[in-house]
């Protein structure tokens, strides 16, 4: 087997065309073919992004070990999965099993064990659970954290405080074809949410809270990875559920509803978008939410799913972002990281135990990238250090 | 690998990404060449006068530098202090195209016995034979190859390069930031002031060395 070859069997398995490549490295598609045929060889800086684009190392490329290897890890865990992994998709998925083994690796480096969640606290569900079932384990997970009936203002401190970590990643726009994230439960890291970015900020919250309910009620020895799709089995529909439950209980809605005196039923869709922008969900889950605890008619949620609720907000006088509009996966670049991941790295360079190159190797961001986020003085060297290993839980207010 | 004797001094010097970083952002790279000679040797990986710019993951690292300052030059949410020095450190970047077509630094690919030590330092299972803990960037580990591949000087100030250095040829010369600044000094194209004054430059800017290159001046 040659070098065209693997580079071959690397583009394949993530479903990447050549002309995609091509695009990707400012090369024709030509030369993409020459180089898988071995007619031609890519240049250092090439082989560097060849291997940055196919989420392997150079020697892999070279040799060809870890491509096949790599596969067939993919295939075990995605054997179990309701959803078919689809093709676009494959990329991100490909960077979120790299940044969890990359994050075991870092913290093994600098002598960190991260006490993430390994087991779930609450015992599984299966079957076909009902709505109220739902219920029951949001308003649970709520007293767990002790979180009130409020909303819940950042998810990703509230995973943090359980001890799962949150991973960002480009899974593809067309939400009909692609998935909106996954579960994966990482030996030495522990409960991994997998979160695509390229969906409104609305839909990535409710899918932090719909694979929080994968993680704490699906996960088990057999059950390692879970993918978040259009299918709609007990599971994904239990998870979903959950999500409104915890993003929305309806306790809560009771409440904002009577202190703003909107009366027995919403009859505007202004309302609407009141509650929407106070629980920070999207404008379709609040919809949804208002119809399942019956403040909301029929004939009213028909009508109101006509609203376009972005411009609505801003005629109401709502902040709106850019974010709501369209959805840049460049935005997220070192966003798309755990913070607890990127206090890590932070120490891991200041304290040298491990080099700056290293670090922008191992996440993929530039040099430049890396040089600010350890000379950000937003956390001081101790603090990062005492806030690594722990995980508590210390309530997030009502 | 080209072996060599421990009295002879080789003559030339690859330079790394950080190294070429911090000498372009002060504006100050004719240093380099006062202190280490030219042209000086520069892996493809760390810069490349042919970069066809296109996504991000594919350029070269100098290149990708310029284009991450020159994205920021033009962020509305940063400061316009921060703007404009994200706008000065791109131009001042880019002067390394200048510096290559006029000879003063030479652009290298890798040779086939360089590439399979690249290829060592930068794989997750090798890492320990090199005493590392985790796989070298692309840049330092091309360069650290081309380095012992020639026999050449390898300056760069990226620990865990030199790390893997000490464990493969622990005698092999080197060249950091610092003493860059102190011969500099001590060759009187600087005074000791201004490789002080340089180097905090370089800190302000990210450089990660904490000490100065005349502490007690």
Known sequence: MSLGSHLARARERLGFRQEDVAKRLGV??????????????????????????????????????????RDEEIAMLFRGAD?????????????????????????????????????????????????????????????????????????????????????????GSDLKETISGGFFAHPTIGFSLLVNVEMTPGRRRFTIAHELAHALFHSGPRVKFILSGTDKNPRERFADWFAGEFLMPIEGIRRVIEEHDMGAKITDPGSVIHIQRYFNVSYATALVRLRQGKFLSPASYEDFKSVRPVLFARALGYDTTDDEYIQDPDDWRILRFPRRFLRLLRTAVREDLVSASTAAQLTGLSLDEITELVGDQAFQGEQDRRELGEFEITGIGT | MSSRSPESEPESTVVDTVVLRYFLLVD?????????????????????PDDPRADELSMSEIVRSIHVQT???????????????????????????????????????????????????????????????????????????????????????????????????????????????????????????????????????????????????
């Not at chain 1, 990329?91 to 099993?97: I, K, L, M, T």
């Not at chain 2, 003493?179 to 000094?185: R, S, Y």
Request: with cysteine.
């Open chain 2, 71 to 217: 994205r920021r030059a033009s962020d509305p949410t940063r400061t316009r202090e921060d703007r404009e020095q994200a706008r000065k450190n791109g131009e001042r970047l880019s002067t390394v195209s200048e510096l290559v077509a006029e000879g003063q630094m030479a652009v290298v690919d890798m040779t086939e016995e360089e590439r399979r030590l690249f290829m060592g330092l930068t794989s997750v299972r090798e890492t320990g034979e090199f005493g590392i803990r985790l796989p070298l960037g692309y840049g330092e580990a091309a360069t650290l190859a081309v380095a012992l591949g020639r026999d050449l000087v390898f300056a760069t100030d990226d620990n865990d390069a030199l790390r893997a250095l000490d464990s493969i040829a622990p005698g092999h010369p080197r060249k950091r930031i610092r003493a860059i600044l102190i011969e500099a000094a001590d060759a009187g194209i600087i005074t000791r002031a201004e490789a002080n004054a340089l180097h905090e430059e370089m800190r302000d800017l990210g450089f990660w060395d904490r000490e100065s290159p005349f502490p007690d001046l």
């Open chain 2, 28 to 48: 100050r790279v004719d240093i380099l060449f006062g202190v280490l000679g030219s042209p000086l040797v520069l892996s493809r990986i760390v810069f490349d």
């Open chain 1, 83 to 171: 959803t078919a992994l689809p093709l676009g998709a494959r990329p991100g998925v490909e960077q979120f099993r790299e940044f969890v083994d990359g994050y075991s690796r870092l913290a093994e480096a600098a002598g960190v064990e991260i006490r993430g969640m390994l087991q779930s606290p609450f015992p599984p569900v299966s079957g076909a659970p009902s709505l109220d079932d739902a219920r029951r384990k949001a308003e649970e997970v709520r007293a767990h954290l002790r979180a009130g009936l409020g909303p819940v203002a950042d998810l990703d401190a509230v995973c943090e405080l359980l001890g799962i970590t949150v991973y960002r990643a480009a899974l």
């Open chain 1, 28 to 69: 024709t598609r030509t030369m993409v073919s020459y180089w898988e045929a071995d007619r031609r060889t890519p240049n250092d800086r090439q082989v560097a992004a060849l291997a940055r684009l196919y989420t392997v190392s150079p020697h892999s490329l070279e040799s060809g070990e870890g491509i096949e290897t």
